[in-house]
């Protein structure tokens, strides 16, 4: 079946600009995770959502940041005034449940590069 | 908090040669440990997983990992390199009280010499 896709691949902004980046879960799936990977890190939770409601959103930098999944699904993480420092790359996972031993499933990520 | 350390950022091995990836956490609650790989171009992708069933855990491509609560690490190893396992690998920890969230390391990248 189908896995995690985020859309675009690859976004270039400007310094200021407001930016929208999309996941799609695996169908089914309760659980989608936001992560953020910069060069030559790991990737650092953001936020992860139980059906429609944010459940954990510790994660998040600040309040420019800020992610929803209206309907239980699809997820959208949306910058505000985005700034150099944000530029990495967003990865979404999904799993079946919102279990601390449930696999994520990770899509392949959006980069994000901030001039 | 949960934390985890992978020392050192890359590792270079023979083909045909052991591999060894060393994981070290910090959890002050029983963990669950995870060794994801990332192919260059392509998502995190599970190798292997620690829930607090058996201690030693064996994944896909020939992987496995042994739990060691006394020594806190969860060390990744492979009898024999092959080509194909070049690559970036991610250690990462979850527990009860972590709402399922993970806490990864910094990663490191494998490199199999012909």
């Known amino acids: 079946g189908a896995g995690v896709s985020q859309t675009p691949s690859n976004k270039v902004t400007e310094k200021g600009k407001y930016v929208e980046l999309r996941c799609d879960p695996i169908?089914?799936?309760?659980?989608l995770y936001w992560y953020r990977q910069s060069l030559g890190q790991g990737p650092e939770f953001l936020i992860y959502?139980?059906?429609?409601?944010?459940?954990?959103d510790s994660g998040l930098p600040n309040d420019r940041f800020f992610a929803v999944r209206p309907e239980g699904s699809v997820s959208t993480l949306k910058i505000q005034r985005t700034e150099r420092g944000d530029s990495a790359v967003y990865l979404c996972?999904?799993?079946?449940?919102?279990?601390?031993?449930?696999?994520?499933?990770f899509g392949p990520g959006t980069r994000l590069t901030v001039l | 908090a949960q934390s985890v350390t992978q020392l050192g950022s890359h590792v270079s091995v023979s083909e045909g040669a052991l591999v060894l990836l060393r994981c070290n956490y910090s959890?002050?609650?029983?963990?669950?440990l995870f060794w994801y790989v990332q192919y260059p171009n392509q998502g995190l992708q599970l190798l292997l997983k620690?829930?607090?069933?058996?201690?030693l855990v064996k994944g896909i491509n020939g992987f496995e990992a042994e739990f060691k609560k006394s020594e806190t690490s969860f060390h990744l190893t492979k009898p024999s390199a092959h080509m194909s396992d070049a690559a970036e690998y991610f250690c990462?920890?979850?527990?009860?009280?972590?709402?399922?969230?993970?806490?990864f390391g910094k990663g490191i990248t494998l490199s199999v010499r012909p």
């Open positions: 959890s002050s609650v029983p963990p669950y």
């Open positions: 620690y829930t607090s069933a058996a201690t």
């Open positions: 990462a920890v979850s527990d009860l009280r972590a709402n399922s969230k993970l806490t």
């Open positions: 996972a999904s799993s079946p449940l919102a279990a601390s031993t449930d696999t994520q499933y």
């Open positions: 959502f139980q059906g429609t409601g944010a459940a954990d």
């Open positions: 169908s089914g799936h309760t659980a």
